[in-house]
Each structure stands twice: as structure tokens, then as C-alpha cells.
């Protein structure tokens, strides 16, 4: 499966941003997917991973209860909504999927990955 991230820019502290994880290349709903980012210098970050069907989903402690993760199969789409962006959430994002569900946070758990697309909160 082939992921392409997108809809990252400049957006203000406070202010919301979605972003999306576009699949193609094989049938997206064998997929979980998950959201990561990392920022120049630092880890990649696990933010929140929901499972083939939507109905399950977990986040990263820096980013629960303000981002929120969805899908729609349908589309071939994931989503990221990210509410209330804060400076320090300004990183490159990316979208990945594992083709067997681990429930997993750690990005080599990971078999397919999008290119990231960069988001810039400014204060």
C-alpha cells in the first residue's frame, strides 16, 4: 500500500488543522494505520493509531485529548485532527500502516509509511 500525507502548513496556537493520510495500491481497510511525527534533532513520536474497522483507537500521552485520529474506508483516507495546536507540536508528520494489528507505538512496527508533510505552529 502506497500512503501519501498531507494538509500540514502554518497554522496558529489555538487554532485547528486536519491533516490526511491518502492509501492506495491495495485495500486500504487491511490496514491499521497510525500518526507519528518527528522534529528536527528529536525521536520520531507515536501519536495515535486506530485499527482497520475504526472502532478502536489509542494515543500518544503528548497528544490525548486534543488530537484525534479517524478513517474512512470508503475514501482510502485517514485522518488526523489536531485541536488546540501548541508550538511544540511543530514537526513533520507521517501517516503508517501495519498490516497485523499490535495495538502497536513504536514505529518499527510499522510496515508502510507515507512521506510526512510539515506542520508550523506559530505562536
Known amino acids: 500500500v502506497q500512503l501519501q500525507a498531507s494538509g500540514g502548513g502554518v497554522v496558529q496556537a489555538g487554532d485547528s488543522l486536519r491533516l490526511s493520510c491518502a492509501a492506495s495500491g491495495r485495500t486500504f481497510s487491511n490496514y491499521h494505520v497510525g500518526w507519528f511525527r518527528q522534529a528536527p534533532g528529536k525521536d520520531r513520536d507515536f501519536l495515535a493509531g486506530i485499527n482497520w474497522s475504526g472502532d478502536s483507537t489509542y494515543y500518544g500521552d503528548s497528544v490525548k485529548g486534543r488530537f484525534t485520529i479517524s478513517r474512512d474506508n470508503a475514501k482510502n483516507t485517514a485522518y488526523l485532527q489536531m485541536n488546540s495546536p501548541k508550538p511544540e507540536d511543530t514537526a513533520v508528520y507521517y501517516c503508517?500502516?501495519?498490516?497485523?494489528?499490535?495495538?502497536?507505538?513504536?514505529?518499527?512496527?510499522?510496515?508502510?509509511w507515507g512521506q510526512g508533510t510539515q506542520v508550523t505552529v506559530s505562536s
Open positions: 503508517a500502516a501495519e498490516e497485523r494489528w499490535r495495538g502497536s507505538s513504536s514505529s518499527p512496527d510499522y510496515d508502510y
